[in-house]
């Protein structure tokens, strides 16, 4: 399974746009990419996945450049409640499915 | 609620004590998962069902750790002689797998303290 890269923490400012980019050099052919979301002392929670270009719900888009070597979660006008850990994981949930989380970016939303 | 539950929510316990977390997973979703998380930490793989099968167990999950998910449905995970490096949030995340692939959606956790 890919091995992810992704910043430690991050800062914004109420009604910013913000970026979280994620390194996987080794990504598979099959393999998605996926991101969550984690607040304190709850489960992570499903943001967004996707194989490449671009990928937009209503909470994010996800940009996958053509080489997928790399993705940029952007979150639009983030809030106080956006102050969360951002998690990026790749695999294809093909025979073992399980994910392997690092550490995470903090994302701090300040007023 | 239609998302993935787990019972308790909390739990603390004596050191050597046994304790068991129930997870009940989004209905008609053939995978369950187990997680374990500490403190900074982001979750890390302990087992996966699919169906009722148990197809893979990580090296993290010691002797003393059994799970089981008898009909496909719930999961149980049981701890026995319970130590203080057992410590943690226990996730548990619930899939439906398919050619398409798979998303994990994950319960609220149940947090262990060992005394």
């Known amino acids: 399974l890919a091995k992810t890269t992704q910043p430690i923490s991050m800062d914004s400012y109420e009604g910013q746009e913000v970026n979280i980019t994620c390194s996987h050099n080794?990504?598979?052919?099959?393999?998605?990419i996926t991101w969550y979301q984690q607040f304190p002392s709850q489960g992570p929670r499903f943001i967004i996945q996707?194989?490449?270009t671009k990928v937009t719900n209503e909470v994010a888009s996800l940009f996958i450049p053509a080489d997928r070597k790399s993705s940029t979660l952007s979150l639009p006008r983030v809030s106080l409640s956006d102050t969360a850990v951002y998690y990026c994981?790749?695999?294809?949930?093909?025979?073992?499915?399980?994910?392997?989380f690092g550490k995470g970016t903090k994302l701090s939303v300040k007023p | 609620d239609t998302g993935v539950s787990q019972d308790p929510r909390h739990k603390i316990t004596k050191r050597g004590q046994n304790v068991t977390f129930r997870c009940d997973p989004i209905?008609?979703?053939?995978?369950l998962y187990w997680y374990r998380q500490t403190l900074g930490q982001g979750p890390e793989f302990l087992t996966y069902?699919?169906?009722?099968?148990?197809?893979?167990k990580s090296r993290l999950l010691s002797d003393r750790f059994s799970a089981e998910r008898p009909k496909g449905s719930f999961s149980t995970l049981e701890i026995q002689r319970t130590e203080q490096g057992d410590s943690a949030m226990y996730l548990c995340?619930?899939?439906?797998?398919?050619?398409?692939?798979?998303?994990?959606?994950f319960g609220p956790g149940t947090r262990l303290l060992v005394l």
């Open positions: 995340a619930s899939s439906f797998r398919d050619r398409a692939g798979e998303t994990q959606y």
């Open positions: 080794n990504i598979a052919t099959n393999d998605y």
């Open positions: 996707g194989y490449k």
């Open positions: 994981l790749v695999g294809d949930g093909g025979s073992q499915g399980n994910l392997i």
């Open positions: 209905s008609e979703h053939n995978r």
């Open positions: 069902f699919q169906n009722e099968a148990q197809l893979e």
